[in-house]
């Protein structure tokens, strides 16, 4: 099977050839410019992961704001500390048993709703998050 970047890369070659120096100097430095400008934004976008635990809420907030996630303290049943996998990756991803979300690093903290969803929200901090959910829980909830 072959990657789609090989495609690219040989659309781009056939490109160079195409057009001649001039030409594929422009374009080179269009494609250039767009890719900044899209790694610009996914940065704005995905710096740094901010998490706030109230008596009623876990919200979570990348980058600027724009892209944000909050739990319900009363929906959450269950909060352990979790080491994340390599291939977990980092972002918003859909991993094997529920969602991540991450900006860096390995550690997170693993909350399960009453639905059964797990979700883990990673952290440099993750005792410090772990002990701020858990005197923010029902007393009533299970520690997983």
């Known amino acids: 099977m072959m990657g789609s970047w090989v495609v690219a890369l040989g659309v781009l070659a056939l490109l ?3 057009l001649g120096e001039k ?3 422009l ?3 269009g494609i250039m410019v767009m890719l900044g400008m899209i790694f610009g934004i996914v940065f704005v976008l995905f710096h740094s992961l901010s998490v706030r635990v109230s008596a009623s809420e876990i919200a979570l907030s990348f980058g ?3 892209i944000q996630k909050s739990f319900s303290i009363g929906d959450i049943c269950g909060v352990r500390i979790v080491q994340n996998r390599w291939y977990h990756g980092w972002g918003i991803r859909k991993i094997r048993d529920g969602w991540l979300y991450n900006v860096s690093g390995y550690d997170a903290v693993e909350i399960q709703l009453k639905n059964e969803r797990k979700y883990r929200i990673g952290s440099d901090q993750p005792k410090k998050l772990l002990a701020a959910v858990e005197s923010a829980l029902a007393p009533n909830c299970i520690y997983i």
Do not use: F, H, K, Q
């Open 16 to 18: 160079v050839l195409a």
């Open 23 to 25: 030409e594929a100097a």
């Open 27 to 29: 374009v080179l430095g």
């Open 64 to 66: 600027v704001g724009l």
